[in-house]
T-cell receptor, first 113, second 116 residues
């Protein structure tokens, strides 16, 4: 099936540990995005990438890191520097152009225990 | 920078009622505007979009008109159904030109609950 695939669906992390969330796409999208969703705060942009080997910080990049070594993959690492990492994380992909639709994965729910 | 503001929720309606969810934006240039919908436990999916002033996007009975003079993109539906219960997000892209090329900014979301 085509689309945006996020894994795992649920993830538990101990305090002080780094954890990596996977996002893969087979839609040949140039752009990929990571958002964090918290109740009452909507979607906040963490990082985005328009092209392989390049990415930009979003509005809440502190405590997160990304890489874009392949067009199909855009993993997000939640580092120990992120003070409140428990949230729902959404990955999206989009074709070129400001008027194009974004396609979202099913999300990863991260819980710090 | 770019920003999107949606009306406070949650919104609770009876089936067949009229729906309006307000959305206003701040952006330089000429952004594209979107409405996305999120059903419980899922990612977002596009509901409709408009790419220039006075354009009307429509889908599944929902409509929204791009009003540049009031910087608004309000979502409307004439008769809601129980199956419309979801979270609705307004979003914009391309508002700040080259410095924010490709950035997709969302509002805080509005929870809609429709009762039979």
């Amino acid at each position: 099936d085509g689309g945006i695939t996020q894994s795992p669906k649920y993830l538990f992390r101990k305090e002080g540990q780094n954890v990596t969330l996977s996002c893969e796409q087979n839609l040949n999208h140039d752009a990929m995005y990571w958002y964090r969703q918290d109740p009452g705060q909507g979607l906040r942009l963490i990082y985005y990438s328009q092209i392989v080997n390049d990415f930009q910080k979003g509005d809440i990049a502190e405590g997160y890191s990304v890489s874009r070594e392949k067009k199909e993959s855009f993993p997000l690492t939640v580092t120990s520097a992120q003070k409140n990492p428990t949230a729902f994380y959404l990955c999206a992909g989009r074709g070129r152009g400001e008027n194009t639709e974004a396609f979202f994965g099913q999300g990863t729910r991260l819980t710090v225990v | 920078g770019d920003s999107v503001t949606q009306m406070e929720g949650p919104v609770t309606l009876s089936e067949e009622a009229f729906l309006t969810i307000n959305c206003t934006y701040t952006a330089t240039g000429y952004p594209s505007l979107f409405w996305y919908v999120q059903y419980p436990g899922e990612g977002l999916q596009l509901l409709l979009k408009a790419t220039k002033a006075d354009d009307k996007g429509s889908n599944k009975g929902f409509e929204a008109t791009y009003r540049k003079e009031t910087t608004s993109f309000h979502l409307e539906k004439g008769s809601v159904q129980v199956s419309d219960s979801a979270v609705y997000f307004c979003a914009l892209s391309g508002g700040a030109g080259g410095t924010s090329y490709g950035k997709l900014t969302f509002g805080q979301g509005t929870i809609l609950t429709v009762h039979p």
